[in-house]
């Protein structure tokens, strides 16, 4: 069974950063695309960030400077380090796993983790 557990969430100021981890069971993250999204309330969901296989990475325009996603193999750990953070930033990020190795296209993200609150203020 393929569980996904997400911490570090919690409130911090303008310009400030925050480290999200993703501990995975039932699934080797290392052989997978892996991803956070975020929901901010009244928005639909969107991508902050995908690491493939090969430890490609991808981000959005909005948050390729400020963002990086990461992975440990060995503890099968998934991290999002977010730095700069602003108000906007401020949202439900999920951690995600796809049923890829190189696609990391949303709709092969088929397991979710419940989330961890992240409130930016000015």
């Known amino acids: 069974q393929v569980q996904l557990v997400e911490s570090g969430g919690g409130s911090v100021q303008s310009g400030g950063s925050q480290r999200l981890s993703c501990v995975a069971s039932g699934y080797p993250i290392r052989r997978y695309c892996m991803g956070w999204f975020r929901q901010a309330p009244g928005k639909g969901r969107e991508g902050v960030a995908t690491i493939d296989a090969g430890g490609g990475t991808t981000y959005p325009d909005s948050m390729k400077d400020r963002f990086t996603i990461s992975r440990d193999n060995a503890k099968n750990i998934l991290y999002l380090q977010m730095d700069r953070l602003k108000p906007e930033d401020t949202a439900m990020y999920y951690c995600?796993?796809?049923?890829?190795?190189?696609?990391?296209?949303?709709?092969?993200?088929?397991?979710w983790g419940q989330g961890t609150q992240v409130t930016v203020s000015s």
């Open positions: 995600a796993a796809s049923t890829s190795d190189y696609d990391c296209r949303q709709k092969f993200f088929n397991f």
